[in-house]
Nanobody, 122 residues
Framework: VQLQASGGGLVQAGGSLRLSCAAS????????MGWFRQAPGKERIFVASITWNGAGTAYIDSVKDRFTISRDNTKNTMYLQMNSLKPEDTAVYYC????????????????WGQGTQVTVSS
């Protein structure tokens, strides 16, 4: 699976962005998908995940009620809708895929996208 993240940019605090992760290659619907982010000088951390059919989602506490993860298996694409953005959301956002959710949640997913920069100004 090849993953291509897009949709990042510069936005003011309180604004919104929607990230996309387009997948090509093997059957997209077989994989658990997730978003991670890495802020300058910090480790990459888990942000959100979604099961193969979209029925199950998970988020870190700091983005709950602001971010929504979704996927469209007919388009081989995963999304992250980010609302009420804060300066502390500034990071490079990476999408990931794996057929084992535990591996993905531990940051050891098999497949990774190249990252897209999100910058939130105060």
């Amino acid at each position: 699976v090849q993953l291509q993240a897009s949709g990042g940019g510069l936005v003011q605090a309180g604004g919104s962005l929607r990230l996309s992760c387009a997948a090509s290659g093997r059957a997209f619907s077989n994989y658990v998908m997730g978003w991670f982010r890495q802020a300058p000088g910090k480790e990459r951390i888990f942000v959100a995940s979604i099961t193969w059919n979209g029925a199950g989602t998970a988020y870190i506490d700091s983005v709950k009620d602001r971010f929504t993860i979704s996927r469209d298996n007919t388009k081989n694409t995963m999304y992250l809708q980010m609302n009420s953005l804060k300066p502390e959301d500034t990071a490079v956002y990476y999408c990931s895929a794996d057929n084992e959710i535990s591996r993905l949640l531990n940051g050891r997913a098999i497949f990774w996208g190249q990252g897209t920069q999100v910058t939130v100004s105060s």
